[in-house]
């Protein structure tokens, strides 16, 4: 599989990271990964800023409290705080209604898409196949 390619991506631009390219980066996933590395290199080096979904911190931190690893979910926590949190407001949860009702999206997805929009993030990148539906939004996959 190969690396995103963020040739396009202006410099600076604000990218909301869905749950999954999360996962592969923290956990070093050996196929889905480096697929992904770009867009944390460009994120490292100041080329991109990142936002989350409250809806993905809690999917991040399942894993390690599930495995009773308080102090990596502490980690992931830090790390996922600095990226630019946003709260699931009335506003967002309305678009996300929308977002679902006419694209038939999951809720969850369709409340990533709706924070996207929100912020005007310039990508949100995801490794879900159902986002190529919302046509406003340009998908990192």
Same mark, same amino acid.
């Given at each position: ?32 990964? =480096? ?6 290199? &460009?994120?490292? #080096?100041? +080329? @991109? %800023? ?34 630019? =949190? ?6 967002? &949860?309305?678009? #996300?209604? +929308? @977002? %679902? ?41």
């Amino acid at each position: 599989m190969e690396p995103l390619d963020l040739g396009d991506m202006p410099e600076h631009a604000l990218v909301l990271v869905d749950t999954a390219p999360i996962i592969y980066f923290l956990e070093a996933h050996p196929t889905f990964g =480096p697929r992904f590395a770009p867009i944390f290199a &460009a994120h490292a #080096a100041g +080329r @991109l %800023r990142f936002a989350v979904t409250t809806i993905t911190i809690a999917e991040v931190l399942t894993g390690p409290l599930q495995a009773g690893k308080d102090a990596l979910a502490r980690r992931y926590r830090s790390i996922l705080e600095s990226w630019n =949190p946003i709260d699931l407001d009335v506003g967002i &949860a309305e678009m #996300a209604a +929308r @977002l %679902r009702a006419t694209l038939r999206l999951k809720l969850a997805d369709s409340v990533q898409a709706a924070s996207a929009l929100a912020v005007n993030a310039a990508a949100l990148a995801t490794h879900d196949r159902d986002f190529s539906r919302v046509h406003s939004l340009k998908i990192l996959s």
